[in-house]
């Protein structure tokens, strides 16, 4: 992807003799951000850069072998340091019925406003 003039300002360094240099992302609107980058997960972001690396072949980063680099551990788009939530029977079914009022209520909220 080519970068765009809104992504990059003149340098506020000297010593940069007015340089083009990437702005700082807080700084680009969060709209503009999402239409011109799809990953707005770190670890799809992550997970996309290792495809792109392994020169688009997805079945290749699972066999990548370039332990040293910090994205190693994320390639697979998980974060391996964190520890997966184990639910009771109970605490799936509340979250069930909480899922489903929500819908519920989504649906109330668009049929009560249509158009």
């Given at each position: 992807?080519?970068?765009?003039?809104?992504?990059?300002?003149?340098?506020?360094?000297?010593a940069?003799?007015?340089?083009?240099?990437?702005?700082i992302?807080?700084?680009?609107?969060?709209?503009?951000?999402?239409l011109?980058?799809?990953?707005?997960?770190?670890?799809?972001?992550?997970r996309?850069?290792?495809?792109?690396c392994?020169?688009?072949?997805a079945?290749?980063?699972?066999?990548?072998?370039?332990?040293?680099?910090?994205?190693?551990?994320?390639?697979?788009?998980?974060?391996?340091?964190?520890?997966?939530?184990?639910?009771?029977?109970?605490?799936?079914?509340?979250?069930?019925?909480?899922?489903?009022?929500?819908?519920?209520?989504?649906?109330?909220?668009r049929?009560?406003?249509?158009?």
């Amino acid at each position: 992807m080519a970068p765009s003039s809104e992504l990059l300002e003149i340098s506020p360094f000297q010593a940069d003799d007015e340089e083009r240099v990437g702005r700082i992302p807080t700084e680009v609107p969060s709209d503009f951000l999402s239409l011109k980058f799809r990953a707005q997960n770190p670890l799809k972001a992550i997970r996309a850069k290792c495809i792109d690396c392994c020169c688009d072949n997805a079945a290749e980063v699972r066999k990548c072998v370039a332990v040293k680099c910090d994205l190693w551990p994320f390639r697979m788009g998980t974060n391996p340091f964190r520890k997966r939530r184990v639910l009771s029977t109970e605490q799936k079914r509340e979250r069930v019925e909480r899922l489903s009022t929500s819908q519920q209520l989504t649906k109330d909220k668009r049929d009560a406003n249509p158009g």
